[in-house]
């Protein structure tokens, strides 16, 4: 009896030591699953509102989440009231002509970057576009940077930057209405206030200062690595485990 009772006990020790491995195991997974599927800050440099042809530098830092190697496009969208709720869902709210003209590729840590991406005040002349082309991006209409990997499939990777208003540049046409894109009168308009950053910017990517994040770095073990050493640390005290079974349950 007092043989049956030592082996059911050794035999719960060991359920309870494989219990407390498989737990382990979910925790890391859950925790790399969570940190790689999280949309990394998108840089900006200058931040704000913009000037009509004005060019700007755009990139992300290490990440989990975009694509090692895949192509990256940046295009310019409505964003109406620069409400987070009025992102663009699809690409029929983007200037499709306003993507940039050179190849974007992730690097193998996720990062990427782009200087020199030009803004413009929609629709745009420089473009070929008529006055009642649509999006529309001014002075009084908001935009937003949309940067994936897809544009025509806005459930794969990609991120927005925070709202902006785009000015005319010096002497030139500006384009006043928001409701039909015709063109407005002559002149400088002063520039809009921004919506508080509880509405607007709050469900937006973060936008920083300076573009540095966006250069390419070590970020460490591959999560490969880390797989097979846990799978292994596994294995091995679960043969462990298995074998003291075996050998009590024999004697």
Known sequence: MSR????LSGRSVGFAIVACVVSSIAVVVTGESASASAPPSLSVSPSGNYHDGETISVGVGPNGYFT???????IECADPGGLASNLPKDITTCDGNTVQGNTILVGGN???SQSGYPVYLLPS???????????????????VLYVGQNQ?????????????????????????????GSGGTSGTTGTSTAPSSSTANAAHAAVSLSPSTATL????????????????????LSGVVGRRLVLRGGR
């Open 152 to 180: 025509n499939d806005f459930t794969a990777p990609r991120v927005f930057s925070a709202p902006f208003l785009i000015e005319p540049s010096s002497g030139a046409t500006t384009t006043t209405s928001a409701g039909t």
């Open 125 to 143: 002349p420089s473009l070929g576009e008529q006055a009642n082309y649509m999006p529309i991006c001014n002075q009084t209409s908001y935009c």
């Open 217 to 236: 770095a070590n970020t460490g073990s591959p999560a490969g690595i880390r797989w097979v050493v846990v799978s292994g640390m596994a294995l091995l």
């Open 68 to 74: 090692p190697n895949a192509r990256i496009n940046i």
């Open 110 to 112: 996720g990062s990427f």
């Open 4 to 7: 049956v009772v030592t082996l």
